[in-house]
């Protein structure tokens, strides 16, 4: 298993192959080249880790004992394959899975609001959301697959979800970006994470998460349907580097 720095490579890949079909016999290669899921790597106390799959599955690597992240929480895209004759060491009788390679994603907190100084701080430069399997809200988390501009000098750009902005409403985000005045070049992709189980809980219900953004083409509003994740679950978060350069 190796972990792999290849976030760009695989969005673009994913851009690819939602374009292209087949049209020949070699669909085995792009088992081990697309991203299999898209997880939270929980590691643990005795120093072992799972995947949290989705709100209510989890998955156990069968090749690797320790997270390749450390004690941080982090969401990442994955490739495995099942391995259900594996031999386990987990006495959680997890799915075990052998996993080809892992990749984090940028992963960080809401940040609170500023008010008038927003702009200045967070940035308003445009950003696009990228509607598909990797733009989810799951587990407690926002995950989004952004799209913007991005010049030849490697310049960092700074994604940031703003919280507090409706006094009346703690489910009501800004996503802001600061191109940090990189604002020409190519078109390209990139993902990053936001951790939300802060959130108050009504209920044992989902949450609507609103938010809103400036893109290309003016100020545009969303939802999405969040469940939090039960008090008892660690929340620890960290902000590995990315292959498009996000912070």
């Known amino acids: ?32 080249i697309l991203p299999t899921a898209l997880v939270t790597v929980c590691p643990q106390p005795d120093g072992t880790f799972y995947m949290q799959l989705d709100n209510t599955r989890r998955l156990y690597a069968s ?6 992240f450390k004690d941080k929480e982090v969401r990442a895209l994955v490739n495995y394959t099942e391995d259900p004759y594996a031999p386990s060491t987990n006495t959680n009788s997890l799915p075990t899975v052998h996993i080809n390679w892992i990749d984090s994603i940028r992963t960080k907190k809401p940040v609170p609001t500023l008010g008038e100084e927003n702009d200045e701080e967070y940035g308003n ?32 750009h700074y994604i940031n979800l703003v919280s507090g902005v409706n006094p009346d409403n ?21 993902l990053i994470a936001f951790n939300l189980n802060e959130l108050p809980r009504p209920s044992d219900e989902d949450v609507k998460i609103k938010l809103r953004w400036r893109s290309f ?11 939090l994740r039960p008090k008892t679950i660690s929340n620890d978060i960290t902000m590995p580097e990315r292959s498009k350069q996000v912070k």
């Open 63 to 68: 090749n690797i004992k320790t997270s390749p």
């Open 170 to 190: 703690p489910y009501e985000f800004e996503l802001r970006h600061d191109a940090r005045g990189d604002l020409g070049g190519y078109t390209g992709d990139a």
């Open 1 to 32: 298993m190796k972990r792999l720095k290849l976030t760009a490579f695989v969005l673009a890949l994913l851009t690819l192959t939602g374009t292209l079909q087949s049209c020949d016999d070699d669909d085995d290669d792009w088992e081990y």
């Open 125 to 156: 430069d445009p950003i696009e959301i990228v509607r598909d399997w990797v733009t989810v809200a799951e587990d407690g988390y926002l995950t989004l697959r952004i799209r913007t501009l991005w010049g030849p000098g490697n310049t960092p």
């Open 217 to 227: 083409s003016g100020e545009k509003t969303t939802e999405f349907s969040l469940y």
